[in-house]
T-cell receptor, first 115, second 115 residues
Framework: AQKVTQAQTEISVVEKEDVTLDCVYE???????LFWYKQPPSGELVFLIR??????QNEISGRYSWNFQKSTSSFNFTITASQVVDSAVYFC????????????FGTGTSLTVIP | DVKVTQSSRYLVKRTGEKVFLECVQD?????MFWYRQDPGLGLRLIYF???????EKGDIPEGYSVSREKKERFSLILESASTNQTSMYLC??????????????FGPGTRLLVL
């Protein structure tokens, strides 16, 4: 079974629109970590955020914000006022403390921001 | 800044060749990982290593082996390359901190084409 589901395969938005990327995860562990990475066309995965299961506070970093809801097992990512440079593939990942350092990645959401 | 480098960005090999992919990190990280990335499948873990000379199989180890003789270097070996190993290969490293899941930092990736 897929531990991390990113149901949106591809999204296109017009520049300056807001966009939310969904991430739903599945775990039985009480202690786990969630991550978001950005993969621009160059190919390198760039780390964006790490959250642990005990910290449900939403986080904002510039135009980026994350909404962590344990009740729905979701860790959604919103980009406000999108820009062309935001065009990339975005990956959500789960890591469970009890399974060592293994990360479980979603299949990614490809975001295209149209100028 | 964490720096993970991979020996080649692009590689073209023939079926049956032995292929070496090298990864080096400069942050004294204990953990290193090899993934392959294919469209629609996200990132899949091939092998990882917790320490020098230690290795663990990931989800798809068949057809691959690894070597970690020095802490900073983790090599992925395709003993006899096949066309179904054409893919993007990503290396990552992370710090070990017991009881927590540290962020994995990724290299730029190697796009391997096996003809």
């Amino acid at each position: 079974a897929q531990k991390v589901t990113q149901a949106q395969t591809e999204i296109s938005v017009v520049e300056k629109e807001d966009v939310t990327l969904d991430c739903v995860y599945e775990t039985r562990d009480t202690t786990y970590y969630l991550f978001w990475y950005k993969q621009p066309p160059s190919g390198e995965l760039v780390f964006l955020i790490r959250r642990n299961s005990f910290d449900e506070q939403n986080e904002i970093s510039g135009r980026y914000s994350w909404n962590f809801q344990k009740s729905t097992s979701s860790f959604n990512f919103t980009i406000t006022a999108s820009q062309v440079v935001d065009s990339a593939v975005y990956f959500c990942a789960l890591s469970e403390v009890n399974t060592g350092n293994q990360f479980y990645f979603g299949t990614g959401t490809s975001l295209t921001v149209i100028p | 800044d964490v720096k993970v480098t991979q020996s080649s960005r692009y590689l073209v090999k023939r079926t049956g060749e032995k292929v070496f992919l090298e990864c080096v990190q400069d942050m004294d990280h204990e953990n290193m990982f090899w993934y392959r990335q294919d469209p629609g499948l996200g990132l899949r873990l091939i092998y990882f290593s917790y320490d020098v000379k230690m290795k663990e199989k990931g989800d798809i180890p068949e057809g691959y082996s690894v070597s970690r003789e020095k802490k900073e270097r983790f090599s992925l070996i395709l003993e006899s390359a096949s066309t179904n190993q054409t893919s993007m290969y990503l290396c990552a490293s992370s710090l070990y901190r017991g009881g927590e899941q540290e962020t994995q930092y990724f290299g730029p990736g190697t796009r391997l084409l096996v003809l």
